[in-house]
C-alpha cells in the first residue's frame, strides 16, 4: 500500500494533531503511545506519524514506509479506531 | 495532563479574549482567560473551537507561545489564506469575545522544567510560536535560530531580545533571513544550512536535545541537517504544520 501523498506538498500533519481528538475520546495522551507498523516494523511515537487531517476520518501513516497504522472515524454515535495496521500500541506505565 | 487525567476524557471549555498584540501584518497573539487553567508544558498546543451562528463549528491546532501560568495563556496565529478559523483570530476577534479550548495537548513535543539537558530549538516562520514559550520558561541552557524570510516577517522579535536580556547568559538567539535581511546584516539571505547550524549546535557530548517547528519542508530539512552535523536521531523532537492549517 504504497502512498501517493508522499512529497513535499503532501497534506498530512504530525502526529501531535490527534491530541485534541483522540483525548477527547480516551482521556490519556495516546501521542506518546508507540506503535509499532505492521508493515515495516519500526516503532515510533504516534506524535511521529504522518496525520491527513482533511478526509472523512483521521488516517496516521508510518513516515518509514507510508503505511497506514491507524484510522479514527466518527459515525453518528461512535467513534471507530481501526488498529489493523499497528502490530503493537505500547503506553508510558502510569506513574502513582 | 493531569486535568485529563483527573476529569476523565478531555473536554471543550470556554475561554475568553483578554486582549490581542499584534506581531506581523498577518499574525497576532491572543490573550485568552481560562477559568480553572492550570497551565501548560512549553511546546504543548490548544485546539481552539469557533461556532458561527447557524451551529457549524471548527477547530484548529495553535500551540502555546507563552510561559505557563494559570487561568491564562496565550497562543499566536498566522492567518492562512483562504483558512476557516485563522483569518478569524487574526482580523476579527476582539477582547470579551468567548471562544472554546481544549486541551493543553499533546506529551510529546515538549521541554519539561526539570529535564536538565541544554537545547537547540529551531523555528521556521511562525513556528516559532511553541519555542517562545520554552524560551520564556527556560530554566536551563536555551539557544534559538529562528529563520524568518525578513524582518517584518519575524515574530517576538521584541520579546526575545527581552528573554534575553532577562535569562542572564541562560538564553541565546540567533536570526537567518531567507529572503531580506536587515540593513548591515553580515550575510546575504539565505536559506538555513549546516554552516549556520553547525554556528549555534551544541557540543556533541552536550547531550542536548533538539526542537524543530515549522512548515513540513522546512522541519525536515532541519532534522537532516542536525543528524549530518553529529546530533543523536533520538534527541529531535519536531512539529510540522501542513498546507492544510487555517
Not at chain 2, 505557563?68 to 483569518?87: F, I, K, N, W
Not at chain 2, 521556521?124 to 524582518?151: E, I, K, W
Not at chain 2, 538564553?171 to 550575510?187: I, L
Amino acid at each position: 500500500m504504497s502512498s501517493t501523498n508522499a512529497g513535499a506538498n503532501a497534506p498530512w500533519v504530525d502526529g501531535n494533531a490527534l491530541a485534541g481528538p483522540l483525548g477527547e475520546i480516551i482521556g490519556t495522551d495516546l501521542t506518546v503511545a508507540e506503535l509499532t507498523c505492521a508493515n515495516c516494523r519500526t516503532s515510533r511515537p504516534l506524535a511521529m506519524m504522518h496525520v491527513f487531517d482533511r478526509a472523512p476520518g483521521l488516517v496516521a501513516r508510518c513516515p518509514g514506509c507510508d503505511d497506514v497504522v491507524m484510522r479514527v472515524v466518527h459515525t453518528s454515535d461512535r467513534v471507530l479506531i481501526d488498529l489493523r495496521g499497528s502490530l503493537v500500541l505500547s503506553l508510558p506505565a502510569p506513574t502513582a | 495532563m493531569a486535568r485529563a487525567a483527573v476529569l476523565g476524557r478531555l473536554t471543550w471549555q470556554p475561554a475568553t479574549v483578554a486582549a490581542t498584540r499584534p506581531e506581523t501584518a498577518t499574525a497576532r497573539t491572543l490573550v485568552l482567560d481560562v477559568d480553572g487553567w492550570t497551565g501548560h508544558v512549553p511546546g504543548q498546543h490548544v485546539d481552539v473551537r469557533l461556532t458561527a451562528p447557524d451551529g457549524y463549528t471548527a477547530y484548529r491546532s495553535y500551540s502555546i507561545s507563552s510561559a505557563p501560568e494559570p487561568d491564562r495563556l496565550e497562543v499566536t496565529v498566522q492567518a492562512v489564506t483562504h483558512g476557516e478559523v485563522s483569518p478569524h483570530l487574526v482580523d476579527v476577534a476582539a477582547p470579551g469575545d468567548q471562544l472554546e479550548i481544549r486541551g493543553p495537548l499533546g506529551g510529546w513535543f515538549v521541554r519539561r522544567p526539570d529535564d536538565p539537558r541544554p537545547a537547540l530549538l529551531i523555528a521556521g516562520g511562525s513556528g516559532v510560536a511553541p519555542l517562545m514559550s520554552m524560551v520564556r520558561a527556560a530554566t536551563n541552557p536555551t539557544r534559538l535560530l529562528y529563520s524568518a524570510r525578513s524582518p517584518s516577517d519575524a515574530l517576538f522579535t521584541a520579546d526575545l531580545a527581552t528573554a534575553r536580556a532577562a535569562s542572564g547568559g541562560r538564553v541565546a538567539v540567533t536570526h537567518v533571513y531567507t529572503r531580506v535581511a536587515p540593513p548591515g546584516w553580515p550575510t546575504p539571505p539565505q536559506r538555513l544550512d549546516a554552516d549556520a547550524l553547525a554556528r549555534v549546535a551544541w557540543p556533541r557530548d552536550a547531550d542536548a536535545v533538539a526542537f524543530v517547528c515549522g512548515p513540513t519542508g522546512f522541519v525536515e530539512t532541519a532534522a537532516d541537517l542536525l543528524v549530518d552535523i553529529g546530533h543523536d536521531p533520538a534527541n529531535i523532537r519536531t512539529e510540522r504544520f501542513g498546507p492544510t492549517g487555517g
